[in-house]
């Protein structure tokens, strides 16, 4: 993303520009636990635990720097995810990169995955079932990558993670604690929320800086 276009994008969503951070602080660390992360996602492509694997493409285990401090977790795979196998492609997938952008980050740097590894047909809700077979999928995530930040997208992520059904309104712009590791989350709107609710993106731009300014202060910026 260019200097050009990302101060088109802020100018867009009417919000302040931020200071480039310098290439030290956006060096790529080494991978770790190759091997185990290997298995976990062939478990996953291999996966026919709930009815979605019947309609799927393919599944979307996630993508990202294994050593990632800021941890995002969306939904569920859309079309567009489900066609390429990779979570955050299309408009939604490119709102989100403008906002990283936006913050000096890359997808390089941190790490994406869903609630879901397969895309539910029409794009509807999670169901009940399907949420508890996939999310062992994910807390081996969680657990491989003791991120130090973790983003919910959306209200699917939100209410599965802090087991509550309290609206995204009420919960953003708030510090929880989440698991054993009281790992530290933070609740802001998903992509494709934004795209149907543009009015709503300078709430987002809110949550975005404070995520910024949380990792900024704990050193978490890798
Ligand atoms: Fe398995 Fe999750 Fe896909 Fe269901 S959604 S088939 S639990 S990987």
Redesign the pocket.
Known sequence: MTNNTQQQFLQAMGIPIWVERSPAQTEHLPTQNNQIWTELKQR?AN????Q??CT?TQ?VFGVGNHNANLLLIGEAPGAQEDLKGEPFVGRAGQLLDNILSAIGFSREQIYIANI???RPPSNRDPAPD?VN??TP?LLQQIELLQPKLIVSLGRISAHYLLNTTTSIAQLRGRVFNYGAQQTPLLVTYHPAYLLRNPIDKRKAWEDWQKIWNYLHEHNAIN
Request: hydrophobic share 30%; glycine share 0%.
């Open positions: 996953v996966c026919q635990a709930c979605l694997h799927r599944t879901l590894k397969c399907e077979q996939c999928f």
